[in-house]
């Protein structure tokens, strides 16, 4: 079966086709406008300063007692509660009042004991006659002598001087004592109760003259620590006394793998109730590490730590220019550099030295522009303009922060001359 279309329809569908081929036709011959130029990104920038460099580490715990200056009075017996808080002569014994060593805190009952002494005595009185008449029968009458019967005597009499020596330590289990000398804590029975061995009664502690801080820290910065490095109980904002790092666990806890870390502090006042420290209170430490009389410093908002090695953005190409409305500006190009760091404290760290990414060459410290605010997400090249604004308010800022901190340090040490005083 043929098929065949008329010449007019034929023609009615090729037309659109003829007229859209036109319009592509145009529009290839249409030139495209160029792109307009970005802006400049606004940055914050400044130079790195030489002046000195101290590295801390922040380290958080508890006061604690030092070993051997805290004690747990326990019973060892059982029996009842005849008086708390009477020494040996019954003068009263209060909560918190410092007691010294062998100061009798609580009293049990010990009629049954004092019974079987007295009768264990009574046993030694016997026991000592018996040698005496063996040996009186050996030196008037020799022949009725025996030493068999003597030795029994003298074997009596040590069981019998064995058992009341006994009877004495047993005795002295019911007068509980203080075992060191320093505060009471709180008295945790009463009169009438029963106790029994382990009983918990009391606590001593000693925080007069020095006290620990027990801070537990990651391994990282245990490496940093040493014996007798300075550090100061408390925060710049609330600084206590200064005192030194006297214990470094040579293994880590087992549940949580820190490193335990004592720092040692004096703990003196005048009086007992204006002791700021006191045991297992939180503690903040401020522990320096190792510092530099002078080195090339910037602020740490500058260095970029998720990049591996550590890298900072600087402007390179840094020069001053008019813009549309007469006013100068100063623009350059933005440089990701490698850096090599050092010391660093809570605000700034140390460049030991800046090189090139690509070239790995070295750039000089001190007249290179660091990139303090803006720099997130700038590559090599990208045009950069420095914020002169926030860089006087910079300037105002650090000011401002060296006179608090003169004024810190002068008030610290006016509170060391009155505690010397």
């Known amino acids: 079966m043929n098929l065949s279309f008329s010449r007019p329809a034929s023609r009615a569908c090729f037309l659109p086709l003829w007229f859209l081929s036109l319009l592509t036709f145009g529009c290839n011959n249409h030139v495209t406008a160029p792109a307009e130029k970005a802006p400049p990104a606004p940055v914050t920038a400044q130079k790195a300063e030489e002046e000195p460099l101290t590295e801390t580490i922040d380290l958080f715990g508890s006061i604690q007692p030092l070993p051997n ?7 060892n017996v059982s029996a009842p509660v005849m008086s708390i808080l009477k020494d040996a002569q019954g003068k009263p014994v209060v909560e918190g009042q410092r007691v010294q060593r062998g100061d009798v805190i609580v009293q ?44 029994n005597a003298e074997f009596a009499l040590e069981a019998a001087e064995s058992k009341l020596n006994s ?31 382990g009983t918990v009664v009391a606590d001593v ?20 620590l040493r014996p007798h490095q300075r550090a100061i109980l408390g925060t710049a904002e609330n600084e206590g006394p200064e005192g030194e790092v006297v214990f470094i666990a040579p293994q880590a806890e087992a549940d949580t793998g820190l490193i335990a870390v004592k720092v040692r502090f004096p703990n003196r006042a005048p009086f007992f ?19 530099r009389p002078r080195t090339w410093v910037i602020p740490l908002a500058a260095l970029m730590e998720d990049q591996d090695p550590p890298a900072v953005a600087v402007i390179r190409d840094l020069k001053t220019e008019k813009n549309k409305e007469g006013k100068e500006e100063r623009l350059g190009k933005a440089q990701i550099l490698a850096a090599e760091i050092g010391l660093r404290d809570r605000d700034h760290v140390e460049v030991l030295s800046l090189k090139t990414r690509d070239k790995k060459e070295s750039v000089p410290i001190a007249e290179t522009w660091f990139i303090i605010k803006g720099g997130h997400g700038l590559r090599d090249d990208d045009p950069v303009k420095l914020e002169e604004e926030e860089e006087k308010e910079r300037e105002k800022d650090k000011q ?22």
């Open 400 to 421: 401002k922060e060296a006179d608090e901190k003169r004024s810190e340090q002068k008030d610290h040490k006016e509170r060391n001359d009155k505690e010397k005083d």
């Open 69 to 75: 200056h805290a004690a747990v009075i326990t019973a």
């Open 205 to 224: 502690i000693d925080l007069e003259a020095e006290v620990d801080a027990l801070c537990f820290v990651a391994p990282h910065d245990a490496r940093k």
């Open 273 to 291: 109730w204006q002791r700021e420290w006191r045991a297992n209170t939180a503690a903040h430490v401020q522990v320096t590490t190792q510092s």
């Open 167 to 197: 009877m004495k330590e047993q005795l002295n289990l019911y007068t509980l004592k203080a075992p060191i000398s320093g505060r009471l804590g709180r008295i945790r029975i009463q009169p009438g109760q029963a106790v029994s061995p």
């Open 108 to 151: 049990l009952y010990d009629l049954l004991m004092k019974e079987q002494l007295k009768q264990a005595d009574v046993d030694v009185r016997t026991a000592k006659r018996k040698v005496e008449q063996q040996l009186q029968i050996k030196k008037q009458t020799p022949s009725a002598f025996s030493q068999f019967d003597l030795d």
